[in-house]
Nanobody
Framework: VQLQASGGGLVQAGGSLRLSCVVS????????MGWYRQAPGKERELVAS???????MYADSVKGRVTISRENAKRTVYLQMNGLKPEDTAVYYC???????????????WGQGTQVTVSS
């Protein structure tokens, strides 16, 4: 199972970015999906998560500015970020909980990360 994240970049404060993450490989089923971020010198933190049914959860720091969504048929999760602030600068990682074909259990899988830089 591989996750490929894209959509990061440099944006001015107040701007928007849309991150995408595609899950590929020999997959039986993808369950929860989410986005995390890690700023320099800080621990990785949850930004937003979404269940297979579409239930969402957001960190307080991004509520009202960020929307997570997914397309199950495409095994893709998105993160629409509006009103970006310099404190949103971080490497953003996607994660999914998935069951690979031929396996009986679900495991967490991580993408490689995409850099988001917000200038003031």
């Amino acid at each position: 199972v591989q996750l490929q994240a894209s959509g990061g970049g440099l944006v001015q404060a107040g701007g928007s970015l849309r991150l995408s993450c595609v899950v590929s490989g020999r997959i039986y089923r993808v369950d929860d999906m989410g986005w995390y971020r890690q700023a320099p010198g800080k621990e990785r933190e949850l930004v937003a998560s979404i269940t297979r049914a579409g239930d969402t959860m957001y960190a307080d720091s991004v509520k009202g500015r960020v929307t997570i969504s997914r397309e199950n048929a495409k095994r893709t999760v998105y993160l629409q970020m509006n009103g970006l602030k310099p404190e949103d600068t971080a490497v953003y990682y996607c994660k999914c909980n998935a069951r690979a074909q031929g396996y009986w259990r679900y495991d967490d899988y991580w993408g490689q990360g995409t850099q988001v830089t917000v200038s003031s």
